[in-house]
């Protein structure tokens, strides 16, 4: 059965009044609970879908980190880089480590849920 329009319009509401951080933060915590999934379900199916979202994940922030116009400092940017060929290199793996990965995406999830330093101040 597909949504009704207004579940589509109630969804769009909740997430317009959030922060891109929030939408970016759900998206590690969403990530984190499938490479769990993966690790403790153990299906094909799991690990596969596990697999390719991770994979789709680090290389999107991968792309983002080194986009000229991505405000980040240089060296967190570096740092972030490295981060993901580490996850990437572990999801090419044969026994591929979930648990690994789910602790780098709870990792970027807790720096996206941290209060942003008034730099005003």
């Known amino acids: 059965m597909l949504a009704s329009p207004k579940a589509f319009q109630a969804y769009r509401g909740v997430q317009a009044t959030r922060t891109p951080r929030e939408q970016e933060a759900e998206v590690f915590a969403t990530a984190a609970g499938r490479m769990r999934l993966a ?53 090419e793996e044969e026994k591929t480590d979930f648990e690994f990965l789910a602790g780098i995406c709870d990792d970027f999830r807790a720096g996206l849920s941290t209060p942003v330093a008034d730099s005003a101040g």
Not at 54 to 59: D, H, Q, T, Y
């Open 39 to 91: 690790a403790t379900e153990g299906t094909d199916m799991a690990r596969l879908r596990a697999r390719h979202d991770a994979r789709r994940l680090f290389l999107t922030l991968r792309l983002s980190m080194m986009d000229p116009a991505n405000q980040l400092p240089a060296p967190l940017r570096a740092s972030v880089v490295s981060v993901c060929d580490a996850a990437l290199r572990e999801v």
